[in-house]
């Protein structure tokens, strides 16, 4: 089962860099509704913590908006603070566990900005970071007994994402 938490977790890799690294994504058809998070943004860059956060609370970019892009922020990095222990059992404590969300979320946001395919956020960096400890919380709370069906539950969400992905996604014409 090690082999497959590894595999899951290579490809996960992979497909964070092609689409939040890279901003290499289609759009994404669900009913009438197109959703694009693909290409470039820009902008001036956020040092501030909380604010983008707030900004989102108080409603000033949407609710939809607001929505994807907390819960997508939190929920970008579980996958690797579940998956990450369960791989590397004997190396992982949680100091360790804490760094490497700081590397992980930071190494993103650094990349995005360095690369001028994103704007850095200093509170995406907290939100991927807690997103991941997240993940790492519920590996530990999960009974031993649980972990390789959990694995395997979460290799068939990930099947079933790209799926989904791939059988509702257009091509920008524009780019």
């Known amino acids: 089962m090690n082999y497959l938490s590894r595999a899951i977790l290579l490809v996960y890799t992979l497909l964070l860099i092609k ?3 890279f901003k ?3 759009m994404i058809l669900v009913g009438h509704m197109r959703f694009y998070f693909g ?3 820009t902008g001036a860059a ?3 913590p909380f604010k ?5 609370f108080n409603g000033e970019r949407g609710l939809l908006i607001s929505g994807l ?3 997508g922020n939190l929920v970008l990095l579980f996958p690797i603070g579940f998956l990450l222990p369960n791989c590397f059992a004997n190396l992982l404590g949680r100091k360790v566990i804490l760094y490497i969300a700081l590397i992980i979320s930071l190494g993103i946001e650094t990349i995005q900005a360095l690369s001028n395919i994103g704007i850095f956020d200093v509170d995406d960096v907290l939100l991927n970071g807690i997103g991941l400890l997240g993940g790492f919380g519920a590996y530990r ?3 031993r007994k649980w972990v390789n069906p959990s694995t395997i539950a979460f290799a068939l ?3 079933l994402g790209l799926l989904f992905y791939i059988t509702n996604s257009a091509p920008i014409s524009n780019r």
């Open 39 to 41: 290409g470039t943004q």
């Open 24 to 26: 290499d994504m289609d």
């Open 46 to 48: 956020n040092w501030i």
């Open 141 to 143: 709370l999960i009974p």
């Open 52 to 56: 983008t956060i707030a900004e989102y």
């Open 157 to 159: 969400l990930l099947s």
């Open 69 to 71: 892009n907390l819960a």
């Open 19 to 21: 689409f939040v690294v």
